[in-house]
Protein backbone atom coordinates (compact mmCIF):
# COMPACT_ATOMS: atom_id res chain seq x y z
CA UNK A 1 0.00 0.00 0.00
CA UNK A 2 2.88 1.93 1.08
CA UNK A 3 6.45 1.90 0.05
CA UNK A 4 9.43 4.07 0.56
CA UNK A 5 12.54 3.73 -1.85
CA UNK A 6 15.97 5.51 -1.43
CA UNK A 7 18.24 6.56 -3.73
CA UNK A 8 21.99 8.25 -3.78
CA UNK A 9 23.98 6.59 -1.62
CA UNK A 10 27.17 5.01 -2.25
CA UNK A 11 30.95 5.64 -1.92
CA UNK A 12 33.03 8.28 -0.43
CA UNK A 13 36.52 9.39 0.32
CA UNK A 14 36.17 11.23 4.47
CA UNK A 15 35.19 14.82 3.95
CA UNK A 16 33.41 14.44 0.77
CA UNK A 17 29.55 14.96 0.83
CA UNK A 18 26.33 12.98 -0.28
CA UNK A 19 22.49 13.47 -0.43
CA UNK A 20 20.23 10.38 -0.12
CA UNK A 21 16.69 10.66 -1.05
CA UNK A 22 13.82 8.60 -0.11
CA UNK A 23 10.17 9.07 -2.13
CA UNK A 24 6.95 7.44 -0.60
CA UNK A 25 4.33 6.31 -3.10
CA UNK A 26 0.93 4.34 -2.58
CA UNK A 27 -2.74 4.95 -0.97
CA UNK A 28 -0.81 8.07 0.91
CA UNK A 29 -3.30 10.47 2.90
CA UNK A 30 -1.03 12.36 4.35
CA UNK A 31 2.78 11.91 5.76
CA UNK A 32 3.55 12.86 9.44
CA UNK A 33 7.45 12.31 11.00
CA UNK A 34 10.12 11.25 8.33
CA UNK A 35 13.01 10.31 9.30
CA UNK A 36 16.88 8.55 8.48
CA UNK A 37 18.05 6.18 10.43
CA UNK A 38 21.09 3.84 9.90
CA UNK A 39 22.97 0.60 10.96
CA UNK A 40 26.61 -0.13 10.61
CA UNK A 41 27.54 -3.58 11.02
CA UNK A 42 27.30 -5.39 14.37
CA UNK A 43 25.92 -2.39 15.54
CA UNK A 44 21.89 -1.05 16.67
CA UNK A 45 20.26 1.16 14.27
CA UNK A 46 20.40 4.81 15.39
CA UNK A 47 18.14 7.34 14.87
CA UNK A 48 20.19 10.06 12.07
CA UNK A 49 17.78 12.82 12.07
CA UNK A 50 13.87 13.34 11.57
CA UNK A 51 11.82 16.21 10.18
CA UNK A 52 8.05 16.93 11.02
CA UNK A 53 5.30 17.93 8.34
CA UNK A 54 6.00 21.84 9.41
CA UNK A 55 9.78 21.30 8.70
CA UNK A 56 10.91 20.80 13.05
CA UNK A 57 14.28 18.74 12.77
CA UNK A 58 15.99 16.70 15.46
CA UNK A 59 19.78 15.44 14.76
CA UNK A 60 21.87 12.85 16.65
CA UNK A 61 24.92 14.27 18.20
CA UNK A 62 27.15 12.85 16.14
CA UNK A 63 26.00 14.00 12.85
CA UNK A 64 24.38 17.85 14.23
CA UNK A 65 26.31 20.21 11.79
CA UNK A 66 27.16 18.13 9.59
CA UNK A 67 23.85 16.70 8.21
CA UNK A 68 21.01 18.44 6.78
CA UNK A 69 17.68 16.83 6.71
CA UNK A 70 14.28 18.60 4.43
CA UNK A 71 11.38 17.51 2.55
CA UNK A 72 9.02 18.23 0.09
CA UNK A 73 5.76 17.46 0.78
CA UNK A 74 4.27 18.01 -2.00
CA UNK A 75 6.63 14.82 -3.92
CA UNK A 76 6.41 13.05 -0.66
CA UNK A 77 10.25 12.74 -0.58
CA UNK A 78 12.74 13.37 2.62
CA UNK A 79 16.24 14.22 1.78
CA UNK A 80 19.54 13.67 4.16
CA UNK A 81 22.32 16.32 2.85
CA UNK A 82 25.52 14.46 4.58
CA UNK A 83 28.75 17.01 4.49
CA UNK A 84 32.22 16.36 5.72
CA UNK A 85 31.86 12.68 6.29
CA UNK A 86 33.62 10.54 8.28
CA UNK A 87 34.64 6.82 8.39
CA UNK A 88 31.94 6.32 10.68
CA UNK A 89 29.41 7.37 9.20
CA UNK A 90 29.73 3.95 6.93
CA UNK A 91 26.25 2.25 7.34
CA UNK A 92 22.97 1.08 5.73
CA UNK A 93 20.52 3.93 5.82
CA UNK A 94 16.92 3.88 5.60
CA UNK A 95 14.18 6.22 5.67
CA UNK A 96 10.96 6.27 7.91
CA UNK A 97 7.78 7.72 7.46
CA UNK A 98 4.34 7.87 9.76
CA UNK A 99 1.60 7.62 6.75
CA UNK A 100 -1.98 8.23 7.27
CA UNK A 101 -3.17 5.78 4.30
CA UNK A 102 -6.41 4.50 3.35
CA UNK A 103 -6.40 2.34 6.24
CA UNK A 104 -5.30 4.26 8.90
CA UNK A 105 -1.73 5.05 10.49
CA UNK A 106 1.38 2.86 9.53
CA UNK A 107 5.13 3.01 10.77
CA UNK A 108 7.08 2.28 6.88
CA UNK A 109 10.52 1.89 6.21
CA UNK A 110 12.57 1.95 3.12
CA UNK A 111 14.81 -0.97 2.09
CA UNK A 112 17.99 0.80 2.62
CA UNK A 113 21.07 1.94 0.49
CA UNK A 114 24.75 1.87 1.49
CA UNK A 115 26.42 4.50 2.39
CA UNK A 116 30.57 3.94 2.34
CA UNK A 117 33.30 6.11 3.34
CA UNK A 118 36.55 5.69 2.83
CA UNK A 119 39.38 6.78 4.94
Known amino acids: QVQLVESGGGLVQAGGSLRVSCVAS????????MGWYRQAPGKEREMVAT???????NYSDSVKGRFTISRDNAKNTVYLQMNSLKPEDTAVYSC?????????????WGQGTQVTVSS
Open 96 to 108: NARVVNVDGLGDY
Open 26 to 33: GSIVSIGV
Open 51 to 57: ITRGGVT
